[in-house]
Nanobody, 124 residues
Framework: QVQLVESGGGLVQAGGSLRLSCAAS????????MGWFRQAPGKEREFVAA????????YYADSVKGRFTISRDNAKNTVYLQMISPKLEDTAVYYC?????????????????WGQGTQVTVSS
């Protein structure tokens, strides 16, 4: 069982920066691939970024490539999403998710564990 708790959301100006964190419980964090997903009002949940258990492989949605960076610190059981130059359309509730084995996926359905979400609002 893995419990995930996101933090770091809030109000950010377009063009600014924000870092989201997701802390995981459990002793074998490196066995889990981690993903970030988001859901805007009235829209379906969508993939944002994912990282392998070792941190050696990362994947991004085209809409955030070059602006967002996913990383992890397995010693701290934490995964991060650094958001650079966010746009108004990045406004959403952001969720982190975990799956094992540690192979990342863009499909939300393969993730077994989800956090409660953190709101990110980008203002002009």
């Amino acid at each position: 069982q893995v419990q995930l708790v996101e933090s770091g959301g809030g109000l950010v100006q377009a063009g600014g920066s924000l870092r989201l964190s997701c802390a995981a419980s459990g002793r074998t964090f490196s066995n889990y691939a981690m993903g970030w997903f988001r859901q805007a009002p009235g829209k379906e949940r969508e993939f944002v970024a994912a990282i392998s258990g070792s941190g050696g492989s990362t994947y991004y949605a085209d809409s955030v490539k070059g602006r967002f960076t996913i990383s992890r610190d397995n010693a701290k059981n934490t995964v991060y999403l650094q958001m650079i130059s966010p746009k108004l359309e990045d406004t959403a509730v952001y969720y982190c998710a975990a799956r094992t084995p540690g192979v990342p996926s863009m499909r939300g359905s393969v993730y077994s564990y989800w956090g409660q979400g953190t709101q990110v609002t980008v203002s002009s």
